[in-house]
């Protein structure tokens, strides 16, 4: 199965929007904190899914926003998600109740302390580092292990244990 969705890490005052996902119970990233983010919805641009999911889950509206990388998810034998990874340090609008769970702004220093993905830390890691535009490939186990790791198509010998 093949899936396609966005992410995005808004950034304000040395924050990023965080959603800690505790509120579906089959849920996969069930919780795990994340980003801003979803499926896209049929004919959709990376950009419109990224401007409406992020309307959808927060009740803001971008108005600047980055493209930052690219991240393949290879879960188990029979999931591939392609993930536009994105920032943005600019909206308007009026926050909203998320109906996948609890908004928070929080400490860029502090995000490494949070429970996260193993590869979310290798992503953040390549966005601290203001690296450009990046093609990320992570490989999971179904027990949410992180078996491969490669960066524009180069294996990364550590990954494991990163630190954001």
Same mark, same amino acid.
């Given at each position: 199965?093949?899936?396609?969705?966005?992410?995005c890490? +808004?950034?304000?005052?040395?924050?990023?929007?965080?959603?800690?996902?505790?509120?579906?119970?089959?849920d996969i990233?069930k %919780?795990?904190?994340?980003g801003?983010g979803?499926h896209?919805?049929?004919?959709?641009?990376?950009?419109e899914c990224?401007?409406r999911e992020?309307?959808?889950?927060t009740?803001?509206?971008?108005?600047?926003?980055?493209?930052?990388? +690219?991240?393949? /998810?290879v879960y188990?034998? %029979?999931?591939?998600?392609?993930?536009?990874?994105?920032t943005a340090?600019?909206?308007?609008?009026t926050?909203?109740?998320?109906?996948?769970?609890?908004?928070? @702004?929080?400490?860029?220093s502090k +995000?490494?302390?949070?429970?996260? @993905?193993?590869?979310d830390? +290798? /992503?953040f890691?390549?966005?601290e580092?203001?690296?450009?535009?990046?093609?990320?490939?992570?490989?999971?186990?179904?027990?949410?292990?992180?078996?491969?790791?490669a960066l %524009?198509?180069?294996?990364?010998?550590?990954?494991r244990?990163?630190?954001?």
């Amino acid at each position: 199965m093949v899936k396609l969705s966005t992410l995005c890490y +808004i950034e304000q005052d040395g924050k990023y929007l965080m959603l800690h996902r505790t509120v579906k119970e089959n849920d996969i990233n069930k %919780d795990k904190w994340i980003g801003v983010g979803g499926h896209f919805e049929k004919g959709e641009s990376p950009e419109e899914c990224l401007l409406r999911e992020v309307w959808e889950e927060t009740g803001y509206t971008l108005t600047s926003w980055r493209y930052r990388g +690219i991240v393949t /998810f290879v879960y188990g034998e %029979d999931v591939v998600e392609y993930m536009s990874l994105y920032t943005a340090d600019g909206f308007t609008g009026t926050p909203i109740a998320c109906d996948e769970g609890e908004l928070e @702004w929080v400490e860029k220093s502090k +995000i490494g302390e949070l429970e996260l @993905w193993e590869g979310d830390r +290798i /992503f953040f890691e390549l966005l601290e580092n203001e690296q450009p535009f990046f093609s990320l490939k992570l490989v999971y186990n179904t027990d949410d292990v992180l078996e491969y790791a490669a960066l %524009d198509g180069k294996k990364m010998k550590d990954f494991r244990r990163r630190e954001c």
